[in-house]
Each structure stands twice: as C-alpha cells, then as structure tokens.
C-alpha cells in the first residue's frame, strides 16, 4: 500500500517563500511521475508542477519562474519551492505520484498567502 505524506505548508506574506515536501512509502514503482496540485476553494483541481524519475519537469505557466519541482529518487520525496508567493498561490496543495500501476494521492497541505 502506497502512502504519500506533504508538509511543508502554512502561512506567508505575499512575496514570500514556502517549501513542501511528499514522502511516499509502501510498495513503489522505480519508474514514475510524482507532482504536485492545488485547489482553492470554488475551484477546480489544477496541475502545479510534476517530475519524472529522469527528472523532466512541467510547470503550470502561472507558477513559472516562481516554483521549482525537485526530487530525490533513493528517498522517495519529491519538493515544491515556492518562492514570491501571491495570494492567489492560496490553496489546498496535493502530492500525486503516478505509476503504471495507477496513481495515488495525498491528503492535501495548505498554503495561505496574505497580502
């Protein structure tokens, strides 16, 4: 049973910078795509940033520039540096890691940024 668990999240100004992390535990296959996505209230799920196992990288165009998306592949952990955070950066941010196996989420880590 694959497990993933963020921290990381909380409160910051805007301009301001928070970093998450996703641990994932269990049974895991070597090749997969771990990310990170967000949902502020009202809104839909949406992709923030992923990475592969060889380290390919994509970003949502709203956070390019600002986030960066790293992993450590013999930890299991994938991170999330959010730097000049915005208030519209304020959302429940969930760690995804997708195999071919299927995909499984994490519980969520809130980020709150006050202008």
């Known amino acids: 049973q694959v497990q993933l668990m963020e921290s990381g999240g909380g409160l910051v100004q805007a301009g301001g910078s928070l970093r998450l992390s996703c641990a994932a535990s269990g049974s895991i296959f070597s090749i997969n795509t771990m990310g990170w996505y967000r949902q502020a209230p009202g809104k839909q799920r949406e992709l923030v940033a992923t990475?592969?196992?060889?380290?390919?990288?994509s970003y949502a165009d709203s956070v390019k520039g600002r986030f960066t998306i790293s992993r450590d592949n013999a930890k299991n952990t994938v991170h999330l540096q959010m730097n000049s955070l915005k208030p519209e950066d304020t959302a429940v941010y969930y760690c995804?890691?997708?195999?071919?196996?299927?995909?499984?989420w994490g519980q969520g880590t809130q980020v709150i940024v006050s202008s």
């Open positions: 995804k890691l997708v195999t071919r196996l299927g995909q499984k």
């Open positions: 990475i592969t196992t060889v380290g390919s990288t």
